[in-house]
């Protein structure tokens, strides 16, 4: 009879430890998949190259982030993606969902979760909402996610034409790009803050794309004066990267000179 408890107590115990690795695991999971991670597909060093085969679909990407911002295949357009759905502004400025089968050379996304909310009701410019938001980030040595939402005096943003192989570099492509100009419209500017020592896997600073609020327009940012809005920022401490698996990628060679030309296309 007591051999017949101890065992029953030995498989109580084992169901218990099992039970408890399987929810710590859990948790685990959880807690990098919502808090705090960066996911970027590929580096900006690649995509100023030229590099714009697509080989994440936005299914994966999904399971990664539910805002954030890149482009697509064939560099065909800006993307930019809030509160879990994905949109592409293309070329003519025309702006769709992105469906999961698409795919993207280069994307960062984050699960948002803010932990630090301005409201400002005065006109900044980008320079001068920059100086703001050093303010409300503890830090340059992490990233941060950033959402401004609201209403803007103006914004101006661009997008690109779609490419074909073989593919020309970044500065030369944007060189065809539109631009497009809004007047007191209502909108969500969604970025980054990338730490200067990304340099070549990121672009250093501030990288911002637009959607209005109707989200039938945006593209990436240029210009903005914002009016009322509300500033949300997510301290972003953790950083995961997926490299291309292609011949293309694993024969790139850099010259040290990319960050330059990337502080031109921004501009």
């Known amino acids: 009879m007591r051999d017949a408890r101890h065992l029953v107590l ?7 430890l099992v039970g408890g690795v399987v929810y710590t695991y859990t948790n685990f999971q959880e807690a990098t998949r919502e808090k705090d991670v960066l996911y970027q597909v590929s580096t900006i060093n690649a995509l100023s190259a030229g590099l714009y085969g697509g080989e994440t679909t936005f299914q994966e990407l999904r399971a990664h982030g539910d805002m954030g911002l890149g482009t697509f295949e064939d560099l065909d357009g800006e993307m930019i993606g809030i509160e879990g759905e994905f949109y592409q502004v293309r070329f003519d400025g025309s702006t769709s969902v992105v469906s999961d089968l698409m795919k993207t050379p280069f ?21 001068h909402l920059a100086e703001y938001l050093s303010v409300l980030c503890p830090t340059e040595n992490i990233f941060h996610a950033i959402k401004i939402s609201g209403t803007f005096e103006y914004v101006k943003t661009r997008s690109v034409p779609k490419q074909s192989k073989p593919y020309l570099p970044l500065e030369v492509a944007v060189k065809n790009q539109s631009t497009f100009e809004f007047n007191n419209v209502s909108g969500i500017i969604i970025g980054f803050w990338t730490p200067h020592y990304m340099n070549g896997v990121n672009m250093p600073g501030y990288h911002f794309h637009f959607i209005t609020q109707e989200k039938n327009a945006g593209g990436h940012l240029l210009e903005f004066r914002t009016k009322s809005v509300k500033i949300e920022v997510d301290y972003t401490s953790n ?14 060679k850099s010259s040290g000179e990319e960050g330059k030309d990337l502080e031109k296309i921004e501009q």
Do not use: G, H, I
Not at 10 to 16: F, P, S, Y
Not at 243 to 249: D, I
């Open 107 to 127: 994307a960062m996304v984050t699960f948002f979760e803010s932990d630090r909310t301005a409201f400002l009701d005065k006109p900044l410019d980008r320079e």
């Open 239 to 252: 950083f995961q990267m997926t490299l291309p698996r292609n011949q293309e990628f694993y024969d790139l």
């Open 10 to 16: 030995a498989t109580v115990l084992v169901a218990m």
